[in-house]
């Protein structure tokens, strides 16, 4: 797949499962590798992402089985063994491809392993900071060396070692960030705390109390005992709502279209784009089931209508970061003013989500203004089609195909593979939705 063309529609109906959440499964493969025995995961998530911290693990000597695959890409389900928190020094560098949760959470981990490691990826990963987690960690005893070609960034050169246990103040919320030292704390004796600006995605703290370890929250501060080691079990990754807000969105947005998402993940740090697009006038109703290994999932049924831009809350950003790209497509294809700010993260992504999205929704006639922090949208412009580029960037690949369905003429996505980071099915499923994509 070098480019994708996808035309407009001004009907849908479905109803299907989305795949299994990124960044539950990069959590599984890591704290499913440190428990004390066999632990299966179902609906583990197959993406390039998700594969590298499975693989990153098995060089650390957490190997596993695989009980069902998609084919080219990797398991579904699978057996993990775990070594008990006794890993091994990797052969050779550790891999991260295209993953800034695989590096972050892993650089956590090696920090407090007796042996020295080097984390690297591709040149993408290369170039996106580092220096959150570096020093934190250096702060717990660990030596970290950024051999990058720009300041902070991997490759990542790690030698670690007995670490103390710290209370970290964050200064920017960052659920990675957290998650690098609470998984050090685990190895530090002693009480590891982090406190958080704002709320973040706590999948983490979630994780580590279904693996009974010892953990607590008070307010914005999250904390672990170290010296246990996570109790083996069985648990089910529930679909991953960052992948269900493109479907989400080109629902909403489409008067007359019903769509029903089973079995999504509910995750409260994780439905601010919910509660958005309801602020805009969307039609969502959720049926929730009974937690899944400590995390809420459900189904979510959209009715499309005609929507008005709204103003994203300071709070809220956290924990819609990942869905900005096609809240942007929701702003450009409602009525009114969408204002996103205090989303200066997104310049450092797979791609800077700022530009990216000002220029793509530009080029199909939209009308935005581009802030070093976030940007307006007014919308009311009806969107053209255009040729336009994924620039390496799943999110910015998949939002572009939700505006195109709303688009007046066809929109040709350059680079489409980049979905392989995160869903990798889906221009299939859209294809199979709308019966309105040419692959090629």
């Known amino acids: 797949m070098s480019s994708i063309s996808v035309h407009s529609i001004n009907h849908l109906q479905a109803e299907f499962e ?3 959440d990124k960044s539950i499964s990069h959590r599984a493969a890591i704290l499913g590798g440190l428990s004390d025995g066999s632990c299966r995961i179902d609906n583990f998530l197959p993406s390039e992402d998700c594969i590298c911290t499975l693989n990153a693990m098995a060089q650390l000597g957490a190997t596993h089985e695989v009980l069902e695959e998609k084919p080219g890409y990797g398991p579904t389900a699978l057996i993990i063994h775990g070594r008990s928190m006794q890993l091994s020094a990797p052969e050779g560098n550790v891999d991260c491809g295209n993953s800034g949760t695989g590096m ?62 710290t209370c970290y103040e964050m200064p920017v919320a960052s659920a990675q960030v957290k ?22 995605r706590d999948h983490t703290e979630r994780m580590l ?8 929250r008070d307010g914005q501060t999250i904390s672990v005992t170290g010296g246990k080691t996570p ?27 019903k769509l029903v998402i089973k ?77 996103i700010r205090n989303a200066r993260e997104l310049r450092v992504k797979e791609s800077d989500r700022i530009a990216t999205v000002v220029q793509n929704l530009k080029a199909m006639g939209a009308n935005l203004e581009e802030f070093e922090d976030g940007m307006e949208i007014s919308g009311g412009n009806s969107l053209k089609g255009a040729e336009l580029e994924s620039f390496g960037d799943h999110r910015i690949a998949m939002a572009t195909a939700v505006a195109a369905l709303g688009a007046n003429g066809p929109v040709e996505i350059t680079e489409a ?7 990798t099915d889906f221009f299939m499923d859209l294809q199979q939705l709308v019966a309105k994509v040419d692959i090629e």
């Not at 109390?209 to 607590?216: A, N, R």
């Open 104 to 165: 972050r959470l892993l650089a956590g981990l090696l920090a407090a392993q007796p042996f020295e490691s080097t984390l690297t990826g591709d040149a993408s990963l290369q170039s996106r900071p580092m220096g959150r987690i570096i020093k934190p960690l250096e702060q717990m005893g660990a030596s970290i060396e950024a051999k990058g070609k720009s300041p902070g960034c991997a490759p990542l050169h790690i030698t670690g070692g007995e670490l103390k246990p």
């Open 18 to 20: 989305v795949p299994g």
């Open 209 to 216: 109390e279904y693996f009974k370890m010892p953990s607590s």
């Open 263 to 339: 079995n999504v993940g509910l995750n409260p740090t994780r439905t601010a784009i919910l509660d958005v697009l309801i602020r805009m006038g969307a039609d969502i109703n959720v049926v929730r089931h009974p937690d899944e290994c400590g995390e809420p999932y459900g189904d979510v049924e959209v009715h499309g209508k005609e929507l008005q831009g709204t103003e994203i809350k300071p709070e809220e950003v956290p924990n819609l970061i990942d869905e900005v790209p096609v809240l942007a497509v929701a702003g450009a294809l409602a009525q009114g003013k969408m204002v």
């Open 179 to 200: 998650s690098a030292v609470l998984l050090a704390g685990l190895f530090a004796e002693g009480s590891t705390s982090v406190i958080q600006p704002a709320e973040t």
């Open 417 to 423: 593979e980049a979905i392989n980071k995160s869903y």
């Open 231 to 257: 109790e083996a079990g069985t648990l089910r990754v529930p679909g991953d709502i960052s992948s269900a807000a493109f479907w989400i969105v080109a629902a909403a947005s489409m008067p007359g279209a």
